[in-house]
């Protein structure tokens, strides 16, 4: 398949979910991640060793560990936005879709709209909540009106906040609860049709019925996407993910389905983690 | 270590799942004792002292809800309570198996005139063996200590065949006696079952340890 056709492929699977179903049977096309043998340096330090791992599409993805195990740094490596920090260096792959993301060819640019991200404090823009969804279509030259009410509320229905904002969609974001507001943040990354969606403890800084109302919307989304979601809630972990990536120093010490791994650890140092013995 | 209070509580709970199994053992000891002595004193303190052996295990039921509601325990951590709920119901089980032979022994009475066969004892000794095994596996959570169970109750299960096999001849041959002779076959099934509960002791000691479900009946 040319490199062409593969974008395309990507682009209509993000469109249409059942086209996606029909086309994506061959062997590799059920991972939308590929990291093999990554290591990663700020400056002289080493915060990832030869991390290799296979995301699968249309799971979620748990990513845990002790603080400065890495595994925030292993996030945003997947769609390049730790090059933010200057002295970051990186070896070994990652391919998104069949493609090395860390080739000179590759476009970041489109590397971020693929690959979208919701951080750990709600962050949205001091705008309206209509144009906080719309900020992005807007980016890419969508300007058409009707277009763009159509995205805002497709997207602000996808994120579960619809209900609740659909009567104030032009008064400030800043007004709403910090779970409406992170919702209108995942709201924004939908916007722009992303493929994966990397979430950076996404709960972390929302009450118990905010967190639920995330966590439901996480078992949604994933019908439509790829989720990697970092999280210290252990059992939050073990309800919502299919897979779960344990981090520890730097390295991935397991990675298993959610199910063994939290039932029946193979390696003593994941199974001291999660019962609690350290960390 | 971290959590040092939440192991506590486990060994605790670990310590009154021991407490539980060497109570079920003595009253299967006692019951058999009452049986050939036919002392229905002895028995009726059996079919009593049941409820303060209900009271532990319900004691370790609530204590490790309890943990899981609070601890919010994974892998070996939630593996020990659920054995741990699952142990000491069996061991409960065990327990009113003991009562129904002591109970055996009350529709026996005095002067029944017959004469209990000896299997009854040889086979409530191996299954009180079975149970000094079972609490060695749990207390080292020894999986090869757990398989020995299973040929343990194969031996109480050919042993409960042939008793079965005898009290049938025995009731041919003195029809009179047969409300008596059923008394010692109900007894025969109330030992092979309190064995069958052992294995399965066993098999939760496996799923413990291995994290797997294992069949030590097969």
């Known amino acids: ?19 996606s179903a029909n086309t994506s049977k061959k062997a590799g096309d059920s991972s939308v991640f590929m990291v093999e043998n990554l290591n990663l340096w700020y400056g002289a330090d080493q915060a990832l060793y030869e991390v290799s791992m296979e995301v699968p599409e249309k799971k979620v993805t748990a990513i845990i560990g002790p603080s400065g195990c890495g595994k925030s740094t292993f996030l945003k490596t997947l769609n390049r936005m730790v090059e933010m920090v200057p002295i970051v260096k990186t070896s070994g ?14 476009q970041k640019e489109y590397l971020r709209t693929k690959v979208g991200m919701v951080f750990q404090k709600p962050n949205p823009f001091p705008k309206s909540v209509y144009d906080n969804v719309a900020y992005g ?4 030259g969508i300007k058409k009106k009707e277009v763009l009410d159509q995205i ?7 994120a579960a906040i619809w209900d609740e904002v659909k009567d104030r969609l032009h008064e400030n974001a800043y007004g709403l609860s910090g779970g409406q507001q992170q919702r209108v943040c995942i709201a924004r990354a939908l916007a722009v049709e992303p493929d994966v969606i990397l979430m950076d403890e996404p709960t972390s800084a929302l009450d118990p019925i905010s967190t639920a109302k995330v966590e439901e919307l996480v078992q949604e989304l994933k019908k439509k996407y790829s989720i990697i979601i970092v999280t210290h809630n252990m059992q939050q972990a073990a309800r919502i993910s299919d897979k779960t990536a344990f981090f520890l120093n730097g390295e991935l010490v397991e990675f298993a389905d959610t199910n063994n791994l939290f039932q029946n650890p193979q390696d003593k140092r994941t199974e001291d983690y999660i019962t609690g013995r350290f960390g | 270590m971290i959590r040092a209070h939440f192991v506590e509580e486990l060994e605790d709970l670990k310590e009154q799942i021991k407490d539980l199994a060497v109570d079920t053992k003595y009253s299967l000891d006692s019951a058999i004792h009452a049986l050939y002595d036919a002392n229905l004193e002895q028995a009726r303190d059996i079919i009593e002292a049941d409820a303060i052996l209900d009271a532990k295990e319900e004691k370790i039921n609530d204590e490790a809800v309890l943990m899981i509601a609070k601890q919010q325990p994974v892998a070996s951590d939630l593996r020990r309570l659920v054995s741990a709920i699952k142990i000491s119901s069996d061991l409960e089980r065990m327990a009113d198996h003991s009562t129904n032979i002591a109970k055996a022994t009350l529709h026996l009475g005095e002067g029944h005139g017959i004469k209990i066969t000896p299997e009854l004892r040889e086979m409530a000794i191996t299954a009180m063996d079975m149970v000094d095994l079972a609490v060695k596996a749990f207390e080292y959570e020894d999986i090869s200590l757990a398989k020995k169970l ?15 096999k005898e009290m049938l001849e025995l009731t041919a041959i003195n029809p009179e006696q047969i409300q008596h002779i059923m008394q010692m076959a109900y007894v025969a099934r109330y030992i092979e079952r309190f064995a069958d509960h052992i294995t399965n002791i066993g098999e939760n000691i496996f799923y413990l340890v291995k994290g797997k479900t294992y069949d030590l009946n097969k």
Not at chain 1, 3 to 17: A, F
Not at chain 1, 137 to 140: C, G, K, S
Not at chain 1, 152 to 158: A, I, Q, R
Request: charge should be positive; glycine fraction near 2%.
């Open chain 1, 93 to 106: 792959e990652i391919k998104y879709r069949n493609e090395n993301i860390f080739n000179n060819k590759f």
């Open chain 1, 1 to 19: 398949m040319s490199k062409v056709m593969e974008k395309k492929n990507v682009e209509t699977s993000v469109e249409n979910n059942k086209v």
């Open chain 1, 152 to 158: 805002v509320e497709k997207s602000l229905k996808d």
């Open chain 1, 137 to 140: 279509p807007r980016i890419h």
């Open chain 2, 150 to 164: 299973a040929d343990m109750d194969d031996v109480i299960d050919k042993k409960y065949g042939q008793i079965v």
